[in-house]
């Protein structure tokens, strides 16, 4: 395999690598090659940076210091660490969700015109989820009424549980955080008592430790579901969409105007405003205006208006070195500073837009809810000029794109399946379980990350498990590999599904007439709605009589880069699922916490972490976490019978 091949297996990807080297360009792959060999202590989590005595450091092969000055050993410093990057998560993930929350309230004061509540059916929904009486109450009572509910989460000063976590998991699970302690009563507390209690002096306990970020995990799940919930209500909840993925999308012949970051607040509108505006780009000589996305962002617009994703998080940079990306408008999280660099380089102008996520030398448009429209004509305009200036010598697009269907909200997929069962639509995906016509559901999630080669965990993994008749869901950047490499068509269906997967979802597409047949992975969405794949979970849980810890459904993040893939996979262990994670998180340096995160956590919450760096191990042990789930299953109604007949 050569060098750049190693890097990557995305086709577009490789011809960008090849073209940055040709070009001395440097891409964030260079930079990684600079860091090496990256820091043993830092890689291990037993690094201590949180008082002023240090930085201390235990030397993992018992050679040197055994405790930090303060006396502080592995253990505890691994989990305060740790802890630290799930508080890290949950405020990225919820701080998103409680900015929509604070839109959608301007709004509906009046304040933020350019919105609309634009699915009243879902805020009726949540509203009904969450113990509130939609009844005689119009679309806006409705919506302010949630939307307080949502922001009482974030500040609730009484004991009392968070509704986002109560009214969305079953009964059993909210027992069972009660039991552990480890329920939110709100979020912005749960995240500063993580803050506090791995403070210097304070908590050295690794399993008290490991629980109260469990607490913060939680909270970030709330944050993130109530995100979902308040987004669909503005701006839609996604139907199936098809659209396009991979570099490919980039049209040298249109000004090109890419959003990257991950609250569509303000992307949602420049989609629109670009519309309105397409006459201005035809003056300034292009054919029109061509928005795509990266990132969540990339994903939110896919789902909802159609729009093509141009590539994931590690090849950001390379959607910029096509040269034909006018504009680059970023908000906030996974948007890399090396960004202005690269953009000087070419004609692009890198856009922030948030006022604490700024970057130096960057244009900033200040982006206000009440000028939503304004600032995106703002925005439009600086792509429309630097497309004047771009120098069509410089420009170089893979011709790689493939066919994407996207849009698979739990709303959207349950229309399906009440095509083969109107009264009961998740039985359709419970008896192909139960009938093990399928082996279970794996949810693909989280980053892409230099220290994995890009794209082939997702793809790799992917692969094995439909082979075994696993059903696929995915968000976030793993959605975006499984787009960009064709895997969300059905023609991937016929190309690597197993017997069993291939007649449950032939015998789906049929029965729901779903054009051009259903896609081997269904894309659910960004990585703040992975609280929809949790819904299906408990959905099917419940048809089941049982808690998401005993069906037959994994989670895997074979790339994970962000704080936020911590927390994610953290709430995801404490649901209960099995959750793998391609890249090691620094918890090697205590074998105390490596034991909790990944086996004793099984005995608590029924989900734990499996580590695994090697795709087709990874993926071996998710299938028999899945057989595993299966057999008990079967097992336990199998003695179930057996004690109603000696009765
Ligand atoms: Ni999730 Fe989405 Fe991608 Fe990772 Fe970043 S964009 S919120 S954090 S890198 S999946
Ligand atoms: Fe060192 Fe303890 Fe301070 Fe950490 S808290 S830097 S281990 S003295």
Redesign the pocket.
């Known amino acids: 395999m050569g060098r750049l091949e190693g890097r990557t297996v995305d086709p577009a990807a490789l011809e960008m690598l090849k073209h940055a080297e040709e070009q001395g360009l440097e891409t964030a792959w260079d930079r990684c090659r600079a860091q090496e060999p990256l820091c043993g202590f830092g890689n291990l989590g037993v690094c ?4 002023l ?4 450091r235990i030397d993992p092969f018992g050679e040197g210091a055994t405790r ?3 006396g ?1 050993q592995d253990y505890s ?1 691994v989990a305060r660490n740790l802890i630290r990057s799930i508080a890290g998560g949950t405020a990225a993930h919820s701080d998103h969700g409680r900015h929509v929350a604070l839109t959608l309230l301007a709004h509906l004061d009046g304040h933020a015109p350019d919105y609309r509540i634009a699915d009243p059916a879902k805020a009726e929904a949540v509203a009904r989820r969450i113990g509130l009486d939609p009844a005689g109450k119009t679309p806006q009572e409705i919506t302010r009424e949630v939307t307080l509910a949502a922001l009482r989460d974030f500040s609730r000063l009484e004991e009392e549980p968070c509704t986002w976590v109560t009214s969305t998991v079953t009964p059993g699970m909210t027992e069972k955080f009660e039991e552990c302690a480890i329920m939110p009563s709100n979020i912005n507390g749960a995240i500063a008592e993580v803050m506090h209690r791995s403070t ?1 002096g304070v908590d050295a306990d690794p399993v008290n430790l490991i629980f109260g970020g469990l607490k913060s995990a939680l909270a970030d799940y709330a944050g993130c579901h109530l995100s979902t919930d308040l987004t669909d209500i503005l701006f839609g909840t996604p139907r199936p969409v098809r659209s396009y993925a991979n570099l490919g999308v980039i049209d040298p012949e249109k000004v090109n105007i890419t959003v990257h970051g991950h609250i569509p607040l303000l992307s949602e509108i420049v989609v629109d405003v670009a519309r309105e505006m397409e006459d201005e780009a035809r003056a300034a000589g292009a054919a029109g205006i061509n928005v795509v996305g990266i990132c969540c962002t990339a994903n939110e617009v896919l789902m909802r208006k159609g729009i093509p994703l141009a590539t994931n998080f590690i090849a950001q940079e390379l959607a910029i070195m096509t040269g034909a990306v006018d504009a680059i408008i970023v908000d906030l999280q996974c948007i890399m500073p090396a960004l202005k660099t690269l953009c000087e380089c070419f004609h692009t102008r890198l856009i922030t837009t948030i006022p604490f996520s700024k970057i130096p030398g960057a244009y900033h448009v200040d982006f206000r809810e009440e000028k939503a429209k304004e600032s995106a004509r703002r925005i439009v305009k600086l792509a429309i000029e630097a497309y004047r200036e771009r120098d069509p010598a410089k420009v170089h697009v893979p011709q790689v794109k493939n066919e994407v269907v996207a849009g698979f909200s739990l709303e959207a997929m349950l229309e399906i399946f009440a095509s083969v069962n109107r009264e009961k639509p998740i039985r359709a995906l419970v008896d192909a379980i139960e009938e093990g016509e399928i082996r279970g559901i794996a949810l693909f999630a989280g980053c892409t990350n230099t220290k994995a080669r890009h794209d082939d965990g997702h793809l790799t993994i992917a692969r094995e498990l439909a082979r075994n008749d696993v059903f696929i869901v995915a968000t976030g950047c793993a959605a975006g590999a499984m787009a960009k490499a064709g895997y969300m068509t059905s023609g991937a269906v016929k190309e690597f599904a197993g017997p069993g997967l291939t007649r449950f979802l032939e015998r789906l597409g049929k029965a729901s007439g779903f054009e051009g047949g259903l896609p081997l992975a269904f894309h659910m969405g960004s990585c703040v709605d992975n609280s929809r794949p949790v819904d299906l979970a408990v959905l099917i849980a419940k048809e089941m009589g049982s808690d998401v810890a005993d069906i037959p459904f994994v989670a895997t993040a074979p790339e994970a880069m962000h704080e936020k893939a911590v927390s994610i996979g953290a709430w995801a262990v404490t649901l209960g699922f099995p959750t793998h994670v391609g890249v090691i998180p620094p918890v090697y340096g205590s074998s105390l916490v490596t034991e909790v995160v990944t086996k004793i956590a099984e005995d608590v919450f029924g989900g734990y972490f499996i580590l695994e760096t090697d795709p087709l191990k990874a993926a071996q042990k998710l299938i028999e976490a899945l057989n595993y789930r299966n057999w008990r299953r079967k097992y336990s109604r199998a003695s179930l019978d057996e004690a109603m007949v000696a009765e």
């Open positions: 201590c940076r949180i008082c005595q240090g930085p201390c930090g000055i303060c502080a410093i210097m």
